[in-house]
């Protein structure tokens, strides 16, 4: 393995842009480790060898040119979730019914990528249409967590999360709608981000629930998220969800966060999220992790939020009845899958036998709930009750950042789970996303950073903090601050640990 | 084929039921883009050219709202008195078919962004009846289906089917009326006269460019009927494809009928969907459904709520032109109009006519005497409407000061309208290419007048001797020597001149 793909996006950045090292070698190298480890992670769907290559040399370019790089991240090479569209590039969503859709735009977030001088490296793997917190839901078979194989990368982007915890990229994107994000960050040992919703645009993510779906980047460490989070916000016109507000400084307080303590800064621990459901291991890290954040001279306090318990219930009924029609638009008509289209059948037909086909058991399954929660006669008591709890989450977290500045608990109930464990049992799936959900619902920002192993089984651990919207920078300056501490206490960043790859799988 | 339908006899429907009327107007606003999306919003046009990711509803597209469509929807709300919301969201309306790109039409349900108006309609004879409205509310249209094979060109039977999307996301407004009751007998005149006003006060404000031929004004009309001592609506039927006024007024007086003659035999009206079908004006069955069409409706979660400010209301209205209605009432002044005289105008269609030609400098009497006679006859006879005839308002002015000028005769004055309506060119170019010009050149005059009175030398003598009126065998003869065009006042002078000379 090149040392190269060790290297966090900003170092990366610095030697790529210092000329130690060009942009070429640096996506050759990582193109090098996917070919190597990715049969056994399969984290990509796509691998854009070409394209990839194609930027990187772009860069250097630009760089020989005596041009000043397009961003602090030009060169680095990323992995982008394949929801989100991609000129002339395949983009599947994990579905068959978009196998072989090569789509006709870039995405907001992909062109500002490409804008900014990043190595688009391919499209990672995910749940169908990012229903899911497995990747067991991908059409094209599951991620494997590089920690151990036989365990599931989470989801929905446990492609996106994986990829970087295999030094397959350094940098994803990844998108959240339940925690699709933060949680595949815990499982995997990496930091993911879910920003405020409507801080990073919505244009071009093939939507599962669009008001509840939010990019984010996926990092190894606190700053590289960081630094990817200013290049993919803000505001943009083809969104009309997305904010008009200048981009939180998200990298200015990771910075300072890593070189400070948290003095003054109020932090809560949400009360409702613990015990009965969560591993001892779990519960071990994160007593450990707020410790850690009263170490650093945070002052830390018990809140409670009442309504988060009733999140998760809620949840399955906004986000389900938002995809039923967001996935009504895969009908054979216009692109993707078609089948039956022999001239026996009617469009209705081929619409209908296209859909059985081209769905997975869990995209069926929200549509069903979806369709009936939205039906005449029911809505109001699914559908409309859902929205009331919606607007009594928001006020718990109101009512909760009256006191503190930042709320914190596990980014999930337990380590990351044996594959084909949970596929059986929708119910102990969705549980994986109980304490994410609540920022998706109130469309706060969010963020999940390493916190060590379980004393059960070995496996990381995510520490979830939570932030008022559009004060993301409270994130980072928090999570930065904790980083480095727990970094400083275990001799180095909890995913060097991870073991080395090419076992079997 | 169905069988034909058993229909009741006019005055017995009358005598028995009280026709119940709701009126659905769909409206495509003549905005510069799409409704969602910066497509050119343009009728016709190759298929497929005037598409975009978000209107061809492509995996993660997203639409944004087209400001100046929120602004022609309050326009055409305020014009209909309604209320305009303080807050209101769009909303999907959930179902599928090919047309429809995303199969769900951004819409609105609950909350509509004008709603509780009226609009005062008059009738031929000059009633005139208050229909209410119940919204006007904002939505995207659908793309346009094209059915090969089979006989009725709609999908059932075709073979295979072809998409245009360039209308999809074309913005459109949709009136909806409360039910029209207690018009009796009127009620299909009510009808096609509540269209008519909706389409000139539309035409007034500008915001659509109101062809009911290319489908920018589009009816569907629901209809029941309720027995005389009944104290509940009955079932109703909504017909559609009725593009034009006299269909409007066609579809309801069968819909009557047919209904009428099987509430009579003591059958009951099936709730469904009918197509008017213009060449006899009878409706026929759309596809039964088996169950109401549950359409999902919940608020669009792509789109911020609309929250027009009062301020910016209260401009709009301020900005709103004359009404129609107001400009009638102003016209039938200014031109000095008999109440009949000004039915006369409204029953052809003639008043923008008659106005454009006295903004083009004809006198108002002169003009509506043009349009409300010559070429409302001509309209007549081709069976179009009045706008319709190939003449414009100008060319109509300009025959009139071709007239007032002594250059045409009025019965001149009516050839060249008949030559401009047969696509001549301009009157001055049809006067030119027929010579239809009156001769005023008194030498060409002269020259005929001498001739005249040399070859009747007895009359130019009686002439002389004081017997004026002789005078009026020379006026025949030069007349027929100028095959009529000649001015037979100068004429007359001339030969008073050479004779006395």
Not at chain 1, 79 to 107: F, H, M, N, Q
Not at chain 1, 286 to 294: C, I, N, P, S, T
Not at chain 2, 116 to 128: C, N, R, W
Request: aromatic content about 6%; glycine content about 10%; some cysteine.
């Amino acid at each position: 393995m090149s040392e190269l793909v060790k290297l966090t996006a900003a170092e990366l950045a610095a030697k790529i842009h210092a000329r130690e090292v060009s942009a070429v070698e640096v996506a050759q190298a990582h193109l090098d480790r996917i070919a190597a480890v990715d049969d056994h992670v399969h984290a990509f769907l796509h691998v854009d060898t070409e394209g990839a290559l194609g930027a990187a040399k772009a860069v250097d370019e630009k760089l020989a040119a005596g041009e000043q790089p397009a961003s602090p991240l030009a060169g680095v090479p990323l992995a982008l979730k394949d929801v989100l569209t991609t000129e002339g590039v395949p983009t599947t969503c994990g579905s068959r019914t978009l196998e072989g859709w090569i789509p006709p735009y870039d995405a907001t977030v992909t062109r500002k990528l490409r804008e900014a001088g990043v190595v688009i490296l391919g499209k990672t793997n995910m749940d169908e249409f990012a229903m899911g917190s497995s990747t067991e839901n991908s059409a094209f078979g599951p991620t494997h967590n590089p920690w151990d194989h036989a365990r599931i990368p989470g989801g929905s982007g446990g492609g996106s999360s994986a990829s970087i915890a295999a030094f397959e990229a350094a940098l994803a994107i990844g998108t959240d709608t339940g925690g699709s994000i933060r949680q595949p960050g815990s499982v995997t040992g990496t930091v993911g981000v879910k920003p405020t919703y409507g801080g990073v645009s919505r244009y071009g993510l093939v939507a599962f629930s669009s008001s509840l779906d939010q990019a984010g980047p996926c990092a190894r460490t606190v700053l590289d998220a960081a630094l990817l989070h200013e290049v993919i916000a803000g505001y943009d016109v083809m969104d009309s969800t997305s904010i008009d507000a200048p981009v939180p400084p998200v990298v200015a307080a990771a910075r300072e966060g890593a070189n400070a303590d948290l003095k003054g800064v109020r932090v809560g621990v949400v009360k409702e999220f613990g015990g009965d459901g969560y591993q001892p291991g779990v519960l071990r890290s994160f007593e450990a992790a707020v410790e850690q954040l009263r170490a650093l001279g945070a002052e830390v306090v018990e809140v409670s939020c009442p309504h988060f318990t009733y999140a998760l219930p809620a949840y399955y009924l906004i986000a389900p009845s938002e995809a039923s029609s967001n996935l009504a638009r895969f009908d054979a008509m216009r692109y993707g899958l078609r089948v039956a289209d022999d001239g026996s059948h009617s469009a209705e037909e081929v619409m209908s036998l296209t859909r059985e086909k081209g769905f997975g058991a869990e995209v069926k399954r929200r549509i069903m709930l979806g369709t009936y929660a939205l039906s005449s006669g029911y809505y109001d008591a699914y559908y409309g009750s859902a929205q009331k709890v919606r607007t009594l989450i928001t006020r718990d977290f109101t009512t909760a950042f009256e006191k503190v500045d930042v709320l914190v608990s596990p980014t999930t109930p337990t380590t990351a789970f044996k594959l084909g464990e949970r596929v059986d049992d929708p119910m102990a799936m969705y549980l994986a996303d109980l304490c994410t959900i609540p920022s998706n619902l109130a469309g706060n920002a969010a963020m999940s950073v390493p916190s060590g192993l379980s004393g059960d089984d070995g496996l990381p651990v995510g520490l979830q903090i939570m932030a008022p919207a559009l004060a993301d920078d409270r994130l980072y300056r928090v999570g930065a601050a904790y980083e480095a501490a727990r970094d400083a206490a275990a001799g180095g960043p909890l995913v060097h640990q991870v073991p080395e790859l090419g076992g079997t799988k | 084929m169905t069988a034909v339908a058993e229909l009741m006899d006019y005055a017995e429907v009358i005598e028995r039921f009280d026709p119940v009327l709701g009126l659905e107007v769909h409206v495509e606003l003549n905005t510069k883009t799409k409704m969602f999306c910066g497509c050119a919003n343009e009728f016709g046009g190759e298929p497929n050219t005037k598409t975009c990711p978000t209107c061809l509803g492509l995996p993660g597209s997203l639409p944004v709202v087209n400001g100046k469509a929120v602004e022609g929807a309050i326009r055409i709300g305020l014009s209909l008195n309604c209320e305009i919301a303080q807050w209101c969201r769009f909303a999907r309306k959930n179902y599928f078919y090919p047309d429809m790109p995303k199969n769900f039409q951004t819409s609105q349900y609950d909350e509509p962004i004008a709603f509780d108006g009226y609009l005062d309609v008059t009738l031929d004879d000059g009633e005139v009846v208050r229909v209410e409205i119940e919204r006007a509310h904002m939505e995207e249209d659908t793309g346009k289906s094209l059915h090969v094979g089979g006989a009725t060109g709609r999908i059932h039977g075709a073979e295979h089917s072809l998409l245009d999307y360039n209308r999809a996301g074309v913005p459109l407004i949709e009136i909806v009326t409360k039910p029209i009751t207690g018009t009796g007998a009127r009620a299909p005149e009510v009808a096609r006269a509540y269209v008519t006003a909706l389409r000139d006060l539309l035409r007034a404000i500008g915001v659509s460019d109101v062809r009911m031929d290319q489908g920018s004004v589009r009816c569907d009309a629901n209809i029941s009927l309720m027995a005389k001592d009944a104290e509940e609506f009955g079932t109703r039927t909504e017909t559609k494809n009725v593009n034009s006024l006299r269909s409007v007024e066609r579809a309801v007086r069968y819909e009557m009928t047919r209904q009428a003659a099987i509430l009579a035999d003591g059958g009951s009206i099936r709730q469904e969907t009918r197509h008017f079908q213009e060449a006899d004006g009878t409706t026929a069955a759309g596809r039964a459904k088996e169950t109401a069409e549950d359409y999902r409706y919940f608020p669009e979660p792509d789109l911020v709520p609309i929250a027009p400010s009062r301020e910016w209301v209260e401009q709009l209205r301020a900005t709103l032109p004359e009404m129609p209605w107001e400009r009638r009432k102003r016209i039938q002044q200014e031109w000095k109009l008999s109440d009949e005289a000004l039915r006369d105008l409204l029953n052809v269609g003639a008043v923008d006519l008659v106005a454009a030609t006295v903004e083009a400098g004809a006198t108002p009497d002169e003009a509506r005497g043009w349009w409300v006679n010559t070429l409302a006859q001509e309209a007549n006879a081709r069976e179009v409407e009045l706008a319709e005839l190939p003449i414009t308002p100008a060319q109509v002015a300009e025959v009139i000061t071709l007239v007032t000028s002594g250059e045409l005769t009025n019965k001149l004055a009516k050839e060249v309208v008949q030559g401009v309506l047969a696509g001549e060119g301009s009157p001055r170019e049809v006067v030119e290419k027929r010579g239809l010009k009156v001769v005023s050149d008194d030498s060409a005059l002269l020259a005929a007048v001498d001739e005249a009175l040399a070859a009747q030398p007895d009359i130019a003598d009686k002439i002389r001797g004081g017997k004026v009126a002789a005078a009026g065998a020379i006026v025949g003869a030069v007349m027929k020597a100028t095959k009529g065009q000649a001015d037979a006042k100068r004429v007359r002078e001339l030969i008073i001149e050479r004779v006395g000379s």
